[in-house]
């Protein structure tokens, strides 16, 4: 279980390592560890030309360094909510 502004959210998969759970480590930067791993295995996948998803602010220079690393470009749109950031990944067409 982990804390949202809004609620409290229960974890499909509970995160045994967090402190919620008994953990040694903050559920925060454990959560964000996980989302942008799977990011990276996202965006490292065959056939993947572009993909829209939402990431915390504090995310923002780790999932560019992955964006840049596999291949994509990283924009940011427009949002509503200041706790997160609508991004798009586009791949980068190779000239060769």
């Known amino acids: 279980m982990y ?7 229960e974890a499909v998969l509970p995160f045994t390592l967090c402190r919620s759970n ?10 964000s560890g996980w989302r942008l791993g799977v990011l990276d295995a996202t965006l490292a996948g065959l056939g993947v030309s572009a993909l829209a998803d939402s990431i ?3 995310e ?3 999932a560019d360094l992955i964006a840049m690393a596999r291949g994509y470009t990283m924009v940011v749109e427009p949002s509503r ?7 798009t990944f586009t791949r980068v067409q190779d000239d060769c």
């Open 22 to 31: 008994g953990g040694p480590y903050d559920d925060a930067a454990f959560l």
């Open 81 to 87: 909510d200041p706790e997160w950031m609508s991004v």
């Open 56 to 58: 915390r602010p504090v």
């Open 3 to 9: 804390d949202t502004n809004e609620a409290q959210c």
């Open 60 to 62: 923002y220079a780790q």
